[in-house]
């Protein structure tokens, strides 16, 4: 959390990908609020993200994808990628 944030804060660009790592790790940690802000940010900044399968394809185990895919659910995030299934 404190990595990624610091490099928002010091002017590195706000990623898709590393806005999901930061909303899995507020969850993981108990920060259910700060979580659940920033999936608004999330959804508002990127409405059609395919960032599940990014995800599940840049982690060698599925595992560890769909652990912080879970986090991310946790946290309210609904993944456009399986609404239509």
Same mark, same amino acid.
């Not at 940690?29 to 999936?39: N, R, S």
């Not at 508002?44 to 599940?56: I, N, Y």
């Given at each position: ?25 507020? #969850?993981?940690?108990? #920060? ?33 994808? #769909? ?19």
């Amino acid at each position: 959390i404190r990595t990624l944030s610091e490099a928002v804060r010091i002017g590195d660009p706000v990623r898709e990908i590393n806005t999901a790592h930061l909303i899995a790790a507020y #969850q993981a940690a108990g #920060q259910h609020e700060e979580a659940a802000e920033l999936v608004e940010a999330f959804d508002k900044s990127w409405p059609e993200s395919r960032v599940s399968v990014v995800l599940l394809s840049l982690f060698e185990d599925a595992a560890n994808a #769909q652990k912080e895919l879970d986090g991310m659910g946790a946290a309210g995030w609904v993944d456009p990628a399986t609404k239509s299934r």
